[in-house]
């Protein structure tokens, strides 16, 4: 039960249907046996007929099935109830990205280097259910996005979002719903043929504020024609993962709190994992209320704040760091020359007009005379690579150890690969620029938003 201050923010924001409030917590009806989250159309309940609950899983466990009108399932992920639990915070990022799905729960910790035990145990304390049901709770909700927003088949529907067998997938789905998923299908409005196309688009919504804008001059400067396209309203790429290969289009909706994410991919069992990376390409699951709340404490940097500032991610912590290697003492523009000409050198074609980034293996493999840098520095993206495909980019700190990378290489990895909220590279020209110019000292403050901060800074110059 939350305490009397934040039930009385619940309370106003789930009569304002405040979008801000959207993932942060759910609304229980009693008399309808719905949960519902705080944006939805439906007439306001009565407040003595309601419950509060920080995550969808415990009013799922609490009894109540999703409503079918606002569609839980759709609510931007929110990370407020993982509390400054570093273990449980990137265990919960793994699962919703599907890394259990197809393991055991004693092997998932033991590639945390934690006990099954612990993680249970923090997995009750935080959130009350185990991170079997959690897993469970993420695989249904979004079988049931896809159910609503795509005309895939349900076999298809089932493997995709992670169960092993239809039956077990339709079993689960009717104790959870309370209806099978064929008869969902048959309660939706304004059905169409099947997709001939594999081509899948999802609405994948972010709490406001989101200011498209910065987003979009930050992408646009950036821009790596081989493998991505920037326009007024979208951002579209090639990506790869584990093998499969797509193309990616996310349309910006401001009226709706959320884009139109259109998906082509190789293999259809990675659609999860697929999108749990688009919401961190696009920071669609950060709380900007919480964090310009921060940030703004500092009387300094509070005049500096553009609201609505996302953090834009790379798609892996290598291409991240292949980046930043490549942008080590030279401007922006000359470190994407760089890259650019790494991507139609060494990457793969995906269509006649992109390419796809290039792996580690083909670095690792390739020639790389042809990049106009010190040989030292060509060395290190090869090692860089090198090391990437020894470790599957586990422990990051370990790059340090590589010649040629220092604290500032790291820290962009960090800050660029969207993992790391507190990345803060202080030896950046960029923001020791800003921090003079603006007279900042005491970047503790910031803390755990310093990557936030760090954008903003480089915003301000």
Same mark, same amino acid.
Request: net charge positive; proline share 5%.
């Given at each position: 039960?939350?305490?009397?201050?934040?039930?009385?923010?619940?309370?106003?924001?789930?009569?304002?249907?405040?979008?801000?409030?959207?993932?942060?917590?759910?609304?229980?009806?009693?008399?309808?046996?719905?949960?519902?989250?705080?944006?939805?159309?439906?007439?306001?309940?009565? $407040?003595?007929?309601?419950?509060?609950?920080?995550?969808?899983?415990?009013?799922?466990?609490?009894?109540?099935?999703?409503?079918?009108?606002?569609?839980?399932?759709?609510?931007?992920?929110?990370?407020?109830?993982?509390?400054?639990?570093?273990?449980?915070?990137?265990?919960?990022?793994?699962?919703?990205?599907?890394?259990?799905?197809?393991?055991?729960?004693?092997?998932?910790? !033991?590639?945390?280097?934690?006990?099954?035990?612990?993680?249970?145990?923090?997995?009750?304390?935080?959130?009350?259910?185990?991170?079997?049901?959690?897993?469970?709770?993420?695989?249904?909700?979004?079988?049931? #996005?896809?159910?609503?927003?795509?005309?895939?088949?349900?076999?298809?529907?089932?493997?995709?979002? *992670?169960?092993?067998?239809?039956?077990?997938?339709?079993?689960?789905?009717?104790?959870?719903?309370?209806?099978?998923?064929?008869?969902?299908?048959?309660?939706?409005?304004?059905?169409?043929?099947?997709?001939?196309?594999?081509?899948?688009?999802?609405?994948?919504?972010?709490?406001?504020?989101?200011?498209?804008?910065?987003?979009?001059?930050?992408?646009? #400067?950036?821009?790596?024609?081989?493998?991505?396209?920037?326009?007024?309203?979208?951002?579209?790429?090639?990506?790869?993962?584990?093998?499969?290969?797509?193309?990616?289009?996310?349309?910006?909706?401001?009226?709706?709190?959320?884009?139109?994410?259109?998906? &082509?991919?190789?293999?259809?069992?990675?659609?999860?994992?697929?999108?749990?990376?688009?919401?961190?390409?696009?920071?669609?699951?950060?709380?900007?209320?919480?964090?310009?709340?921060?940030?703004?404490?500092?009387?300094?940097?509070?005049?500096?704040?553009?609201? *609505?500032?996302?953090?834009?991610?790379?798609?892996?912590?290598? $291409?991240?760091?292949?980046?930043?290697?490549?942008?080590?003492?030279?401007?922006?523009?000359?470190?994407?020359?760089?890259?650019?000409?790494?991507? &139609?050198?060494?990457?793969?074609?995906?269509? @006649?007009?992109? @390419?796809?980034?290039?792996?580690?293996?083909?670095?690792?493999?390739?020639?790389?005379?042809?990049?106009?840098?010190?040989?030292?520095?060509?060395?290190?993206?090869?090692?860089?690579?090198?090391?990437?495909?020894?470790?599957?980019?586990?422990?990051?700190?370990?790059?340090?150890?590589?010649?040629?990378?220092?604290?500032?290489?790291?820290?962009?990895?960090?800050?660029?690969?969207?993992?790391?909220?507190?990345?803060?590279? !202080?030896?950046?020209?960029?923001?020791?620029?800003?921090? !003079?110019?603006?007279?900042?000292?005491?970047?503790?403050?910031?803390?755990?938003?310093?990557?936030?901060?760090?954008?903003?800074?480089?915003?301000?110059?």
């Amino acid at each position: 039960m939350p305490n009397s201050a934040t039930l009385k923010t619940y309370q106003q924001a789930r009569l304002a249907r405040d979008p801000r409030f959207d993932g942060t917590f759910f609304v229980a009806v009693k008399t309808t046996g719905i949960y519902c989250r705080p944006i939805c159309p439906a007439p306001a309940p009565k $407040e003595q007929n309601v419950s509060y609950y920080p995550s969808s899983v415990q009013a799922q466990e609490a009894g109540f099935r999703p409503c079918l009108r606002c569609r839980p399932e759709t609510a931007p992920l929110s990370a407020a109830w993982l509390g400054n639990q570093a273990v449980l915070r990137k265990a919960v990022t793994r699962i919703q990205a599907g890394a259990l799905n197809q393991t055991s729960l004693q092997d998932f910790s !033991e590639s945390m280097g934690i006990s099954d035990r612990y993680l249970r145990k923090l997995f009750q304390q935080y959130l009350g259910v185990s991170p079997i049901i959690y897993a469970n709770h993420l695989r249904l909700m979004f079988a049931k #996005q896809l159910l609503h927003q795509t005309q895939l088949p349900i076999n298809d529907i089932a493997f995709i979002a *992670g169960f092993n067998s239809v039956r077990r997938f339709n079993d689960s789905f009717k104790a959870t719903m309370k209806l099978s998923p064929s008869n969902l299908r048959k309660k939706l409005h304004n059905q169409q043929s099947l997709q001939e196309s594999q081509a899948i688009q999802l609405k994948l919504h972010y709490r406001p504020p989101y200011d498209w804008s910065l987003m979009q001059d930050f992408l646009q #400067q950036r821009e790596l024609s081989a493998i991505e396209t920037v326009t007024d309203h979208s951002y579209s790429r090639t990506f790869s993962l584990d093998g499969a290969n797509g193309f990616l289009t996310a349309e910006f909706d401001s009226s709706n709190s959320s884009f139109k994410v259109t998906i &082509e991919l190789s293999d259809m069992s990675k659609l999860l994992e697929v999108t749990h990376h688009i919401r961190r390409v696009m920071d669609l699951n950060s709380d900007l209320e919480v964090i310009e709340k921060t940030l703004g404490q500092d009387s300094n940097l509070q005049p500096l704040l553009k609201s *609505g500032l996302r953090l834009p991610a790379t798609w892996n912590t290598f $291409e991240a760091g292949v980046k930043a290697i490549l942008g080590q003492q030279v401007s922006v523009k000359a470190a994407y020359t760089h890259t650019a000409s790494v991507i &139609e050198q060494l990457g793969s074609d995906y269509n @006649k007009q992109y @390419k796809l980034f290039p792996t580690a293996q083909q670095i690792v493999d390739g020639e790389l005379s042809f990049l106009k840098m010190p040989n030292s520095r060509k060395q290190t993206l090869h090692n860089f690579a090198q090391w990437y495909l020894d470790t599957n980019g586990e422990d990051l700190s370990s790059i340090l150890d590589i010649k040629g990378i220092g604290p500032w290489t790291y820290e962009y990895i960090k800050l660029r690969s969207g993992f790391d909220s507190d990345a803060f590279p !202080e030896k950046d020209l960029g923001v020791i620029k800003a921090m !003079e110019k603006h007279n900042l000292t005491n970047t503790g403050q910031w803390q755990p938003w310093r990557s936030y901060a760090t954008l903003q800074l480089w915003h301000s110059l």
